[in-house]
């Protein structure tokens, strides 16, 4: 499929293009060569860990916060400033390309995602896939704005942008809201597959939608959230999401750029939670890395996808208010199993909890700056 896809070159503006963040630590890695000091960045690094996030959410809702140029870019900002992080990740949400194609949703604190109505027939189906894809194109401008605004203040650190995988999008769809086991959208699945095979399709338009507009307004990576794909079989994965996930990938995978006469494809990762069993799979999507969560340790991860593909993680979240030299010892564990692959971004294994204290994740960069220079 990828073979017979028409390249598109990216504006010769783009940081990647110009050079400004092809030669990064993480894009490197992401490429597959390993830098002289491995790149770190933290999923949701940008959020509530930080006092000046929560100070300029106050009376503020998360959905209007994401369609305001000047206050996502701000936040994007806020981690890198803080840490000295090698990247920044856009400040949006998962949902946010189904609010802008007139989906009801919401963002409950504490919650999650709240739909105004499950989808769970084929008729909710029917539905919803009767809203047109091809309203974002207008209905980005907002995104694509705040991606602009935060590359132009980021300078040679690269912007990762992000969109959840069709799965994840469903099975909030499907639930209506946040869920254990996913279990109406795993039922839809096999008691509607055509409806299902329509959901995934329509939803894969709608994320890929929304990362395309992030790289062609500056963002030099896209990591693809698959959070609650661990909930499926293997086979499950591979019949009925992992094609939904590589229509996706599809819209940014034509994305490339020029370094040294060479043409590069815009790097893409692809993670997801509990996702040991689909390791393989998940790279087979069409991703160039792939991140792993917390469970398998990257020497094995590595061994799973086969010894040439870059690893993303995997710091285990829990640790982060374990003591010091606990966290320190794990870490190093993390960056010594990760010299078994190709090259390594350093992450965690999922996002930062909210009652992290900012000062250790600082910590914790220069450490990874610091032993990864010394070896
Ligand atoms: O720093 C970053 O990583 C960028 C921002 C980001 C957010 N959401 C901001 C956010 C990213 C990358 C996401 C992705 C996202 N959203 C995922 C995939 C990543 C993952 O964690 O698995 C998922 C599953 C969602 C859905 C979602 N949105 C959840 C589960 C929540 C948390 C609900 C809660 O309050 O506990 C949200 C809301 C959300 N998205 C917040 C933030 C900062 C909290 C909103 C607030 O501050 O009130």
Avoid at 113 to 121: E, I, M, Q, T, Y
Avoid at 153 to 170: D, H, K, R, Y
Avoid at 253 to 277: K, M, Q
Avoid at 314 to 339: F, I, K, Q, S, T
Wanted: charged letters at 20%; proline letters at 7%.
């Amino acid at each position: 499929m990828f073979e017979t896809m028409v390249e598109m070159i990216l504006d010769a503006q783009h940081p990647l293009s110009t050079g400004l963040t092809a030669d990064s630590r993480l894009i490197q890695a992401y490429q597959g060569t390993r830098p002289a000091v491995t790149p770190v960045w933290f999923m949701r690094q940008a959020g509530r860990s930080l006092p000046e996030y929560r100070e300029l959410r106050v009376g503020t809702r998360m959905l209007d916060v994401c369609l305001d140029p000047e206050l996502a870019s701000e936040i994007s900002l806020q981690p890198v400033r803080r840490h000295n992080v090698d990247a920044g990740i856009f400040f949006s949400d998962i949902v946010v390309p189904l609010k802008l194609v007139g989906v009801d949703v919401s963002i409950v604190a504490g919650k999650g995602p709240v739909l105004g109505k499950a989808v769970r027939s084929s008729a909710d189906v029917d539905e919803l896939t009767s809203l047109d894809p091809a309203l974002l194109e207008t209905a980005l401008a907002p995104i694509s704005a705040a991606v602009a605004l935060a590359v132009s203040q980021l300078g040679s650190t690269p912007l990762i942008g992000f969109a959840g995988a069709p799965f994840t999008l469903a099975a909030y769809l499907v639930e209506g809201g946040p869920s254990k086991d996913h279990i109406h959208a795993r039922t839809l699945m096999h008691a509607e597959p055509e409806a299902w095979a329509k959901l995934m399709a329509w939803t894969a338009d709608v994320t890929g939608r929304f990362l395309r507009a992030q790289v062609l307004a500056g963002a030099s990576a896209a990591q693809l959230f698959d959070s609650w794909a661990g909930a499926l079989s293997l086979a499950d994965y591979a019949a009925s999401v992992a094609p939904a996930s590589a229509a996706a990938i599809a819209h940014v995978r034509d994305l490339t750029y020029s370094v040294a006469e060479s043409d590069r494809n815009v790097p893409i990762v692809h993670f997801g939670v509990g996702t040991g069993e689909l390791l393989k799979e998940m790279h087979n999507i069409g991703a160039d890395v792939v991140g792993v969560d917390y469970r398998v340790p990257l020497d094995e991860a590595n061994r799973r996808l086969g010894g040439a593909v870059p690893v993303q993680g995997n710091v285990d979240p829990a640790l982060l208010n374990a003591p010091w030299p606990v966290l320190e010892a794990h870490v190093r564990d993390v960056l010594e199993r990760g010299r078994s692959a190709p090259s390594h971004v350093l992450n965690l294994g999922h996002g930062v909890p909210p009652d992290t204290d900012p000062d250790v994740l600082t910590r914790l960069v220069s450490l990874v700056h610091d032993v990864s220079a010394a070896e």
